[in-house]
């Protein structure tokens, strides 16, 4: 069980910040949006969680930051005209969902409480790529035509 949690953390150290750079360089502003929530959130998250209560029960600032998250996300989704922020805020908000079995139960064994979290940040980064993959086709599609760049949504 450890070795697959530090699988998925050593991915999650490589595969997020390259995936943050790649929407910041070749994303519309929802993607850079998104990528800068992410990655501050994970930042918070990692900053909070080495103060925190190592998962023995409800994990309070590990929970305020992935609500504060999704209520920025939520924001972002209801402004942006397309429709993967959806996706992402709905993955945010089963990670804030996954915090609720250890607050319901504070004795809940500390390694299932833990090894929940890690695993709702995947979904939101492939909402992400795949953001920031359609953005990057529609303008490569556009330099193609020859035509003027028409406007990417928001």
Same mark, same amino acid.
């Given at each position: 069980m450890k070795s697959f949690l530090l699988v998925g953390l050593l991915l999650q150290v490589f595969a997020l910040p390259t995936l943050c750079a790649f929407a910041?360089?070749? &994303? &519309? /502003? %929802?993607e850079r949006r998104v990528a800068t929530a992410l990655f501050i959130a994970v930042v918070a998250t990692t900053t909070t969680d080495a103060f925190g209560t190592r998962w023995q029960g409800p994990n309070w600032a590990v929970i305020t930051v992935d /609500?504060? !998250?999704?209520?920025? !996300? /939520? /924001?972002i989704a209801?402004?942006? %005209?397309?429709f993967w922020p959806i996706? %992402?805020?709905a993955s945010q908000l089963g990670g804030c969902l996954a915090h609720l079995p250890a607050i319901?139960? #504070?004795?809940? #064994?500390?390694? !299932?409480? &833990?090894? %929940?979290q890690p695993f709702w940040v995947w979904p939101l980064m492939m909402s992400l790529l795949i953001g920031v993959l359609s953005v990057h086709r529609l303008r490569r599609m556009q330099e193609k035509s020859g035509g003027p760049p028409a406007s990417i949504p928001v």
């Open positions: 910041w360089f070749r &994303g &519309g /502003v %929802t /609500v504060i !998250l999704m209520a920025v !996300l /939520v /924001v209801r402004q942006s %005209t397309r996706w %992402t805020a319901l139960n #504070p004795e809940i #064994p500390k390694h !299932l409480y &833990g090894a %929940t």
